[in-house]
């Protein structure tokens, strides 16, 4: 018997909620990697100020309404079964919002103007879906007919009879979801943790680290347990055991691999030395009604999309069109790929990004730029689109 509970021992799975607050069922299928979840859960403050005679604080009734957050920092990996979701997309969908949209792939038949594609099919695809084709991934600019797109920015390697590979995009919606995380430790009796309802309020994409990772951060309806759990939390009628372990792929996608397109026509920039990506939510749940001790459901606030990036200023004209952006405040297409083969690809596109004028950093031997939280912008629910191919 141990004397300390490893923080090692620890898995935690995720499931997309039907309905808010009601926890999802998960399966071995349903486990991500984890670096760190943090969540907490404190009593809303509140004081008595009746007069008992006394200056001894005399207690607070049991059912007082709770707040719930949570941060959970996880890496990239490989999506296997490329007819479902990837084991993130459930936070993904919550975040963004829309139903994820899945291509199945298709044949080259034709390039025009480097970024014209026709298919030799039917396409099926609609405007900001991504598409794969020899370990690189880009987006759907516009859709000409039924077998012909126009991408965000050209293929390396494509040609007549290239195969195009499945992905699966995520859009973003009026409305948001929420997902169901669980907290399993060893051993199995120790105490394990539910998150239900929880509501993606910020998103991050960290590139060029270590490794390529992911944060999601926001408020869950309640935090069960199961020591305290009673029947009826989160829908639930016994506290969920641990689903059976399937085989898990430990394979992440090393930080430095990638691709960076950006520019009102898209250029690849190779002096990227670091970026985030950020969409807030700026979310409000619920929970002030009359009736209930939490939140009934979540809505939306303004989303706020930006890109926070450093690079190495060259002397060429696509780094001072990057400048003269900015300056001008004129919308750029952004572009980011994590990753470099099939399986192992995460993309982000930013169709109208407004740069900020950056900041010059001489501090070391190459003169740098800096630019800080540069927003999207677009008409309705079309400013930030990803993709897993």
């Excluded at 070391?364 to 677009?378: A, V, Y």
Aim: glycine residues 12%; negative net charge.
């Amino acid at each position: 018997m141990s004397c300390y509970i490893s923080s090692n021992n620890n898995r935690v799975y995720v499931a997309l909620e039907s309905t808010y607050g009601g926890a999802a069922a998960v399966t071995g299928q349903n486990r991500i990697p984890l670096l760190k979840l943090g969540a907490k859960q404190v009593l809303e403050t509140t004081q008595r100020k009746d007069k008992t005679g006394t200056r001894t604080f005399v207690g607070l009734p049991n059912r007082i309404r709770k707040k719930t957050t949570f941060q959970l920092s996880t890496l990239m990996t490989e999506w296997i079964n490329q007819s479902a979701a990837p084991s993130h997309g459930p936070l993904f969908q919550a975040a963004m919002g829309a139903a994820p949209l899945l291509f199945t792939g298709g044949t080259v038949a034709a390039i025009t103007n480097l970024t014209q594609i026709q298919f030799g099919a039917a396409h099926g695809l609609t405007a900001g879906q991504g598409i794969m084709c020899g370990g690189e991934l880009r987006f759907v600019a516009g859709v000409l007919n039924t077998t012909t797109v126009v991408v965000n920015a050209p293929f390396a390697n494509a040609g007549v009879g290239s195969a195009v590979g499945p992905t699966m995009t995520y859009k973003l919606s009026t409305g948001v979801g929420s997902a169901t995380i669980y907290d399993y430790w060893d051993p199995n009796t120790v105490v394990q943790r539910v998150l239900n309802g929880a509501a993606i309020d910020v998103l991050k994409v960290k590139v060029n680290g270590d490794f390529q990772e992911f944060e999601f951060s926001g408020q869950s309806q309640d935090l069960l347990d199961s020591v305290s759990f009673t029947s009826g939390q989160g829908g639930l009628t016994q506290f969920p055991v641990e689903p059976t372990l399937a085989g898990f792929d430990y394979t992440v996608v090393p930080g430095h691999l990638g691709e960076v397109w950006m520019g009102t026509t898209q250029a690849q920039f190779l002096t990227l030395t670091a970026a985030e990506l950020t969409l807030e939510n700026n979310l409000e749940l619920r929970v002030k009604e009359f009736g209930s001790d939490f939140a009934r459901c979540i809505a939306g606030g303004q989303r706020n999309v930006n890109l926070a990036f450093t690079l190495f200023e060259q002397d060429d004209a696509q780094t001072r069109l990057l400048y003269q952006a900015a300056r001008q405040r004129s919308p750029i297409g952004v572009m980011l790929q994590l990753g470099a083969q099939a399986g192992q690809l995460f993309g982000a596109y930013m169709p109208a990004m407004v740069p900020e004028v950056p900041e010059f950093d001489d501090g070391e031997t190459r003169l740098e730029w800096k630019f800080q939280s540069s927003r999207g912008q677009g008409t309705a629910d079309d400013e930030l689109y990803v993709a897993f191919g």
